[in-house]
């Protein structure tokens, strides 16, 4: 009876038409199939977009391409293909029999699906990353096969470049997601294969890229193999990338220097100094972050599901005079940010805790307030392995934790910095983080300058009113320092991010949001920039490239 049923199962996946979310389908009836002016004898502009199979994203790309074909009917057209990147999106939780059959026989299934409700911004295909070269993919096996040798025989990622193009942080935080597995193992045959992966994937796009060499390429994310290995090998032939996820900014414009799809926060110290208006926006500011630190969700932190200071009947535990450790999720991108000083967040957990105990500096350790279930796992993997640490219950809020004397937060990138820093608490990271070049973070470079700020983290005397100071400067500068235009263009961005995650509303009205974000203004100033080069809707801040260090 269980065969039937999962050949049953099966068979629905690989015989729908349509991807099982009615969203999708909702979408792709609003929008409709796109007229084929690609087929007329006429100049055209070759504009590519990654088809993500995510609800959003299709009805994001959809009014795009809508409205860059109408902006440039009368200048010859714009034709749109899909890059199609789905290569694995099953983990090893089932063994390598399931895997292996969710990559080499419903991957195609599922992609095929996609592309019929992707229809509603292209019907050109522009490459997969998983199509059919058996040479070709048999000479990548080798060369991962070397290169497998290698990364075992060194013990790390670093540095790993495939044909001119960075992957080592792509295979790490792949690995960590979908084996799924809260540290890396460079002996796993899964390393192996996602090295394949990656051979294949930067194969494939420089092929598409090199010779199509489209104007410009539209990316969702920029982290893991499936989509930072075509962003990266297109920025390399010179073709301008923009991505869409963060909710920061409408349309990040990536580069050589800056393939890192969260905001670049290098020089916001600098250029807060040079903003007009200054009282306003920090008075904004304090608004916004009270409103967060009471228990409120702000644009800015949409993606959380729960508040981490909402209200709770926990106790508080003694924090007095100590360091807390603020987890993150151990199954999320750590690169998402650069300069990431560890490999996972596990062996930074055990790093710090050791230090920590090392120096005789008391400390608690706090969980995520929205990791996965998997997560859960790992922090009781943790207290086995560390019996004598004080968990902090994950219902206590921050403010409390200020409230009952904590002396120092201890963080990879979190935005729980700027937040302490705002109820006058230091704190530390190790990694180019958003808090980069303000001085309420104190920021390691690598593992020695991190054990040293870990033994000196009951040294500091911090200012409260400074660090207040600098919290409201960097929440302008995050969130703050654009027109009034641009922000309500990221806000309606913002708001169909919400809505396609709002299980409660109507496809048909997640749909139609959509087409509110296309009247406003700023839209329309964004799709008349899109091809021409010009600056798009971020700051300059934005745009300076990160691989300058702030002073």
């Known amino acids: 009876m269980k065969i039937i049923v999962k050949l049953r199962n099966l068979c629905s996946v690989l015989f729908r038409r349509l991807p099982t979310d009615p969203r999708s389908a909702a979408i792709l009836q609003h929008f409709g199939q796109p007229a084929r002016i690609e087929r007329l004898p006429i100049p055209i502009v070759v504009v590519t977009m990654q088809c993500v199979e995510d609800p959003f994203y299709l009805g994001l790309f959809a009014v795009i391409a809508r409205h860059l074909r109408r902006a ?20 090893l939780q089932g063994g390598w029999s399931s895997f292996i059959a969710w990559t080499a026989l419903l991957n195609r299934a599922i992609s095929r699906q996609w592309l019929t409700v992707f229809g509603a911004v292209s019907s050109r295909l522009a ?13 990548d096996a080798w060369r991962s096969w070397h290169r497998w040798q290698e990364v075992r025989a060194n013990k790390t990622l670093h540095n790993l470049v495939i044909d001119g193009t960075e992957c080592g942080d792509l295979v790490a935080d792949s690995y960590l997601r979908f084996r799924p597995s809260p540290r890396l193992d460079f002996d796993d045959p899964f390393i192996l294969y996602l090295l394949w992966q990656a051979h294949r994937d930067v194969r494939r796009a420089r092929r598409y890229f090199t010779e199509r060499r489209p104007q410009v390429y539209l990316t969702s994310y920029t982290t893991y193999i499936q989509h930072g290995v075509g962003v990266r090998v297109a920025l390399r032939e010179g073709v301008r990338v923009l991505s869409f996820s963060n909710f920061q900014e409408f349309g990040k414009v990536l580069s050589l220097g800056d393939t890192f799809h969260t905001r670049n926060p290098v020089h916001y110290r600098r250029d807060f100094k040079a903003l007009q208006g200054q009282s306003q926006l920090l008075y904004e500011a304090q608004r916004q972050l009270e409103i967060r630190l009471s228990g409120g969700i702000d644009n800015v932190t949409s993606y959380m599901t729960a508040s981490a200071y909402r209200a709770t009947s926990h106790v508080v535990p003694d924090v007095t005079g100590a360091v807390v450790i603020f987890l993150h999720d151990f199954y999320d991108s750590p690169h998402v940010y650069a300069d990431l000083v560890f490999d996972d967040f596990w062996s930074w957990i055990c790093f710090t805790i050791d230090t920590l105990r090392e120096a005789s500096i008391p400390f608690l350790v706090k969980p995520h307030p929205n990791q996965i279930a998997l997560s859960d796992q790992v922090i009781s993997e943790l207290t086995l ?69 870990l033994r000196t983290a009951l040294a500091l005397r ?90």
Do not use: K
Request: proline share 6%.
């Open 72 to 91: 440039h009917e009368a200048r010859g057209g714009v034709t749109v293909e899909l890059a199609v990147q789905r290569s694995f999106n099953a983990g």
């Open 127 to 139: 490459y997969r990353s998983n199509s059919f070269d058996p040479v070709g993919d048999a000479v």
């Open 385 to 453: 392995r560390y019996p004598q640490i004080r968990m902090v219950p994950s219902g206590v809020t921050s403010r409390q934790l200020v409230a009952g004397g904590m002396a120092c937060a201890v963080t990879v990138f979190g935005t729980i910095a700027h937040e302490m820093a705002y109820l006058g608490v230091p704190s530390i990271g190790c990694a180019r983080h958003p808090h980069i070049s303000f001085d309420f973070c104190r920021t390691a470079r690598d593992r020695a300058s991190y054990a040293e700020l």
């Open 462 to 551: 911090p200012n409260a009113a400074v660090l207040r100071e600098q919290a409201l400067q960097f929440y302008v500068m995050h969130n703050l320092a654009f027109s009034p235009d641009e922000i309500a263009l990221r806000d309606a961005f913002i708001a169909a991010w919400r809505a396609c995650h709002d299980n409660q509303l109507p496809a048909s009205e997640i749909a139609r949001g959509f087409d509110r974000l296309a009247a406003l203004p700023a839209f329309s100033v964004f799709i008349d920039s899109l091809l021409s080069g010009a600056p798009e809707l971020a700051s300059a801040t934005s745009r300076t490239s990160i691989l300058v260090a702030p002073p």
